[in-house]
């Protein structure tokens, strides 16, 4: 599997509280808000929110509040003027942390990332420094109990997957940005159930790190997750065995 990080951010997910649970799809809300301005309601009609529902799925978001995320943003004609940044940082230990913020004051948040980012001893990369580390990938994470294997990697395969991986947690399904919805589909046909389905950005190389960098990346990482306007944090960090990264 492609490094630590998707499972300990499933375990999370599972793991939240409410209060969290509601700034979570305060954030889903804002996404679903950008992809219905840029193309429109109908998801059928519209790839971007598919992938945003899909989000919302894994993150058990409510039908309600996705169905008024989706009529608020359609019927909006002077809602904020949301844009989307991507921060790139050198964490401490040299390893990536690509940050992605949808805001609609950009010189707040870029002065909440700087500041979580120099607290952390980490410091703000130049363009593409981190971005070029990263593959922009679908990615199916799957429960060991919810499939048997080779029946699971033959049926990803067939239906364009790029690669497939096991371990004692379950399954990674990899797949190219534009085979992720028929790869998913095939998957949901057979009644497979599964613990995250998105187009993510996947480390093309991991950092090791070990207990106390661990800690110290993840501490990095909550701050930022915390931030009502960052969407996502994506690290290359390889955390040691146990470790929630």
């Given at each position: 599997m492609a490094g630590h990080n998707k499972w300990s951010k499933v375990k999370r997910q599972k793991g939240v509280t409410d209060a969290k649970k509601a700034k979570v799809f305060a954030k889903l809300a804002r996404e679903?808000?950008?992809a219905?301005?840029?193309?429109?309601p109908e998801a059928d009609l519209n790839p971007r929110l598919r992938m945003i529902l899909l989000k919302c799925r894994s993150a058990n978001m409510p039908a309600d509040n996705i169905d008024r995320a989706i009529k608020k943003a359609a019927g909006d004609d002077d809602g904020a003027n949301y844009e989307e940044l991507t921060y790139e940082v050198f964490a401490p230990g040299g390893v990536a942390v690509l940050v992605h913020a949808n805001t609609?004051?950009?010189?707040r948040t870029a002065s909440d990332v700087r500041h979580a980012v120099t607290k952390a001893g980490g410091q703000l990369a130049s363009a593409g420094a981190v971005t070029r580390l990263f593959e922009r990938k679908g990615q199916?994470?799957?429960?060991?109990?919810?499939?048997?294997?080779?029946?699971?990697?033959e049926l990803a395969l067939e239906a364009g997957a790029e690669d497939f991986a096991a371990d004692e947690n379950g399954y990674e399904i990899v797949t190219g940005p534009n085979d992720f919805e028929p790869v998913h589909k095939a998957v949901e046909d057979k009644g497979i159930a599964t613990?995250?389905?998105?187009?993510t950005y996947i480390a093309q190389q991991t950092t090791a790190v070990d207990e106390a960098g661990a800690s110290t990346i993840q501490r990095l990482v909550d701050v930022l997750e915390e931030n009502d306007?960052?969407?996502d944090v994506f690290t290359n960090a390889d955390f040691p065995g146990g470790s929630e990264g």
């Open positions: 679903i808000g950008i219905v301005r840029v193309g429109g609609d004051n950009r010189n199916i994470i799957i429960d060991r109990e919810a499939a048997e294997e080779d029946a699971l990697m613990l995250s389905a998105e187009v306007d960052v969407s």
